[in-house]
């Protein structure tokens, strides 16, 4: 019983640590890159749309994206989500295509985006928390013997630990490639 309620919340932490290497995908180190726009949502015949899905997103150089939309009626739809997603980017309509110039980071936006990487660090851990509260509730609610739940208890607490000391890496490594110029 306590070895399914570890495997479902080490499963569930595996799943914390996935998102947050999803979401440190946003965060540019002054390269191009296609996922920069994962988050952008398009107001596009009255739905929420990925900009991924009514577009062809591509790098035609190191520091410049280019969006050719498969339906040209939704240019100004796609320039204005890219607007209020504040990327940090200005498209440039040509009425063909958007091109997103990506600016050199300055020494002040590398810390900028060093701090959203911490905060996104800080909320894995956070959910990785709860994930262990969720399962020191479980184990409880099996009404074992005090023994067995305390070595429940004591697994799950390696996993968190297990968990968090790979959220701090992945942090870590996210802030050298911010910071190397």
Known sequence: MIEEILLETEDK??????SLKD????????????????????????????????????????RKLQIKPFDKNALSDIEKAIYEADLGFTPNNNGECI??????????????????????????????RNIRQDANNDIKKLELNEDEEKYGQNEVQELINKYNKQVDDIIDEKEKELMTI
């Open 13 to 18: 932490m595996i799943k914390s640590i996935d």
């Open 23 to 62: 979401r440190l995908t946003n965060i540019r180190a002054g390269r191009a890159n296609p996922s920069m726009l994962d988050g952008v949502k398009v107001e596009y015949y009255g739905a929420e749309t990925p900009l991924n899905n009514i577009a062809n997103i591509s790098v035609p150089e190191a």
């Open 99 to 128: 091109f997103i110039t990506i600016p050199e980071l300055t020494e002040d936006r590398r810390k900028e985006f060093v701090k959203q990487a911490k905060k996104l660090g800080e909320e894995a851990k956070i959910a990785l």
